[in-house]
Nanobody
Framework: QVQLVESGGGLVQAGESVTLSCSAA???????MAWYRQAPGKERELVAS???????NYADSVKGRFTISRNVARNIVSLQMNDLKPDDTGIYYC??????????WGQGTQVTVSS
């Protein structure tokens, strides 16, 4: 079992910025780290991901506003979220996938953007 510890989030106004961070307790064989979010009444969706080699992927709705970064040695992944919109409101989950295919989820952190 690998624990993912998330921090950040909270209540912000539209246009403001928030940074989320997630650390993984185990580093060996960890490939993908990502952030997903789930808005009320909607399915969980990928926000951004990064591989161990540094490849990144973003949801179209956050391109140009969000930036995912990763400290591979410390297994910390951060999500810098700028110009937040009310549609960005939701629970944000940290995700980790090892090269073996095994995956883990964090407990989630709430981000609420008021208009």
């Amino acid at each position: 079992q690998v624990q993912l510890v998330e921090s950040g989030g909270g209540l912000v106004q539209a246009g403001e910025s928030v940074t989320l961070s997630c650390s993984a307790a185990r580093t060996f064989n960890l490939n993908i780290m990502a952030w997903y979010r789930q808005a009320p009444g909607k399915e969980r969706e990928l926000v951004a991901s990064t591989t161990r080699r540094g490849s990144t992927n973003y949801a179209d709705s956050v391109k140009g506003r969000f930036t995912i970064s990763r400290n591979v040695a410390r297994n910390i992944v951060s999500l810098q979220m700028n110009d937040l919109k009310p549609d960005d409101t939701g629970i944000y989950y940290c995700f980790a996938q090892f090269y073996t295919g095994v995956t883990y989820w964090g407990q989630g952190t709430q981000v609420t953007v008021s208009s």
